[in-house]
């Protein structure tokens, strides 16, 4: 068995990088017989409860257990006998991490006492004390017997979205620490960058979420954008020059993983996708997968619908008939059909644009000039790539990209936003864009949603779509119109954001709760669908709307109702 415990321990870290084969190859939380056994066994409402468990004992006793086991039942052990195995070789995941209190949360810090209105004043004191409750720090048990645990162990505190979210998630974190940092919290802000440098350093990339399983996949590179939020506020040069080489490191994965050759009226260009290359069913979503796949007959199929399952969990629109394929190039399929390498994404390439640019002006700061004209020249790239494949000059709007058929998928979607909330435009021409998207929010009926801009015009059951409405994309339209200038683009802005906000504070109202997602078609209902019940907490959510009352009841400040 130390043969074994060795393989584990060696197998257990991310593959290289330069492999282009990133996958976790724990044989308990991973992959393998015992996650299989255990994971079909359904013995648990939620697959992911038994992957964030921990050992009671070795690797090693464990899997000798498991062995024994299968052989006892001659292979086929009943439900019960998984319990008992579970019962006693595992325990539930609380004891990985405990509750931490921010010490620089402030009770009443300087941004509330600046809102005149009562009522918002009083929700966003809400919204603050939600933090401490999302508050967690990995135990020093978990540093000291890393193996035992699929948590990743980082050193500093950190806030958690919340429900069965008890890790880092990678871009939920760009809209906690923009919330922190409003709130006053740039400590524990700057502790949660420094943790992803850590993660950085040990496997090259930001993974998913916090967890060994997620090694396979990362989430919306936001990283660098997370710095320059820290950056506007505490402008620590010297910080930044230590620390640069994780953000080079993360962009280079992007770069050199992530990115296809796309062909447009027969140009060439370089773009980024999504995409795992792990075929085997997630272990947090083992028998959701199974069922998922179960509609296919040979194994290649099953595998190529599981890469197609993780690649859209890297997305963070997990799921969405925006990855779905009928097999005529449109999505109105079902999760079975899910194939999100095949499109460029409008909102992941703009990210990586803007992240090209701060790069850039980085570099100039640290006096790196050979860095910041690399990194601009990416940015120019990159820039006109957006502009050339994505843009639609008809229809005023970017649309993703499908690169079999060479073709936009003219579907609405607010991720068709993210340039304008990046600003991935010519400046000189900002309000063109500003009037073009507004006339195409109204074009698509947005405009007539009472809870928010819905995450797709299709009704698919999955959780990013119809009727469900996600904070995030509330940023990309109301910001992104708001920075185009354009008097009309800015009043839509307004109203979007008030009427968010007012939904919000219904729902909370009525329930005591922030959630994950939102009901888009009826004002102050929470969301559902997807693979899990909606969750409560909640990190991006709470984010998201201290940045529209700091800018639309502080720094914006007019009529605090929405406009007719």
Known sequence: MNVILLVYVILHLVEEVHSQKLTCKSLIYCQGDLLRVVQMAGIFKDSKTFVDMSLIGTTERTLKNFERMMTK????????????????????????????????????????????EVRIRNFAKKLLDLWPNLGRKVKPEVIQNPFKYSIIPVPNGFIVPGGRF????????????????????KHTAKGMLENFFKIVDTYGFVPNGSRIYYLDRSQPPLLT????????????????????QHLEKELRFWLNIKTVEVVKNGQKYRLARYQSSDDSPRPESYIEDIHTA???????????????LRTGAESGWDFSGRWFFDGQGGNRADLSTINPTRIIPVDLNAFLCKCFLLMHRFYSKIHNHER???????????????????????????YDFDVELRVQRKHFYPSNFAPLWT????????RTYGRNATRYLHTKGIMNFEGGVPSSLFETGEQWDLPNAWAPNQAFVIFGLDKTNDPEAQRIAHTLAHRWIDSLIKVATDTQEMFEKYNAMFKGMYGGGGEYEVQTGFGWTNGVMLELIEYYFIKNRN????QP
């Not at 600003?423 to 900002?430: G, K, L, R, V």
């Open 423 to 430: 600003q991935t435009y010519d400046e000189n021409d900002a």
């Open 225 to 244: 954008m997370m710095v320059a939020e820290f950056m506007e506020v505490a402008n620590d040069v010297l910080w930044l020059k230590n620390n640069i």
């Open 73 to 116: 039942t001659q292979g086929t052990p009943s439900k019960n006998d998984v319990i008992e195995f579970i019962q006693r070789n595992f325990q539930a995941s609380h004891n990985e991490l405990e509750n931490w209190y921010p010490t620089d949360y402030q009770v009443n810090p300087p941004f509330l006492r600046k809102i005149k």
């Open 372 to 398: 910041a004209k690399f990194w601009l020249q990416k940015y120019k790239e990159w820039y006109k790539a957006i502009h050339d494949v994505l843009y639609n000059e008809d229809d005023g709007i970017w």
């Open 166 to 185: 008890r890790e880092i998630y990678y871009w939920d974190s760009y809209w906690i620490i923009k919330g922190l940092l409003i709130c006053g919290m």
């Open 559 to 562: 009529e605090s109702a929405e």
């Open 294 to 308: 179960s509609r296919y007959r040979t194994e290649d199929e099953k595998r190529h619908c599981y890469m197609g």
